[in-house]
């Protein structure tokens, strides 16, 4: 079946770091790929999407490349803020297995101190 | 738009008590969904809907019973509470391959 997998957590960095967290999947058919955040006390959100490979997904200053022959959406910021911390999810949607479901993975917790 | 709204926000309940809890959507989504969330677990699918009328199971539905009798309504019930089912739960609602909208959660407590 399908499946997500994420570096784990928790991942500590300083203001104006460099942030990478690591997401490979393994999907049967075609997926879409997405990024969600959840912000303390919230729901999930969507952060940012890509569905086909080589797509590139860029919200607020995150971006991720859907590559297909690594099978990994690597999430990425240049400069984070201290607003940045949250907790990360990588996700697919798979047209062949999908039957209306999507594939989280267990979430990556990212703490930015001033 | 309100989104996904979720009721109610907080509750308590004690061993063997029942209560439904209420997810509504105001975007015409024909998905919908049930998740719980628990520390070190991540997110777990409990139920879920691809239409008004339907539901089915997901990968932990044991203990849980789902209603969708209108399209923007999608009930969740507890017949007989456990404190296994402390957790907070979630629900969301989106189109097949795309994006899943989520709720702002319940947090439920079993004692």
């Known amino acids: 079946g399908d499946s997500v997998t994420q570096m784990e957590g928790p991942v500590t960095l300083s203001e104006e770091a460099f942030l990478t967290i690591n997401c490979t999947y393994t999907a049967t058919g075609y997926p879409s790929l997405f990024w969600y955040v959840q912000y303390p006390g919230e729901g999930l959100q969507l952060l940012l999407k890509a569905t086909k490979a080589d ?3 860029s919200n607020k200053g995150f971006e991720a490349t859907y590559r297909k022959e690594t099978t990994s959406f ?5 400069s984070v803020q201290v607003s940045d911390s949250a907790v990360y999810f990588c996700a697919l949607s798979d047209r062949v297995t999908n039957a209306g479901k999507s594939t989280f993975g267990d979430g990556t917790t990212l703490t930015v101190k001033p | 738009n309100a ?3 979720q009721t109610p926000k907080f509750r308590v309940l004690k061993t063997g008590q029942s209560m439904t809890l209420l997810c509504a959507q ?3 989504h024909e998905y919908m969904y049930w998740y719980r969330q628990d520390p070190g677990m991540g997110l777990r699918l409990i139920h879920y809907s691809v239409g008004e009328g339907t539901t089915a199971k997901g990968e932990v539905p044991d203990g849980y019973n789902v209603s969708r009798l209108k399209k923007q309504n999608f009930l969740l019930g507890l017949e007989s509470a456990a404190p296994s089912q402390t957790s907070v739960y979630f629900c969301a609602s989106g189109v097949a391959l795309d ?5 702002p959660g ?3 407590t079993v004692t």
């Open chain 1, 55 to 57: 797509d590139k997904g």
């Open chain 2, 99 to 103: 994006e899943q909208y989520f709720g």
């Open chain 2, 26 to 28: 105001d975007m015409n």
């Open chain 2, 3 to 5: 989104g996904v709204t």
């Open chain 2, 106 to 108: 319940t947090r439920l």
């Open chain 1, 74 to 78: 690597h999430l990425e910021k240049g």
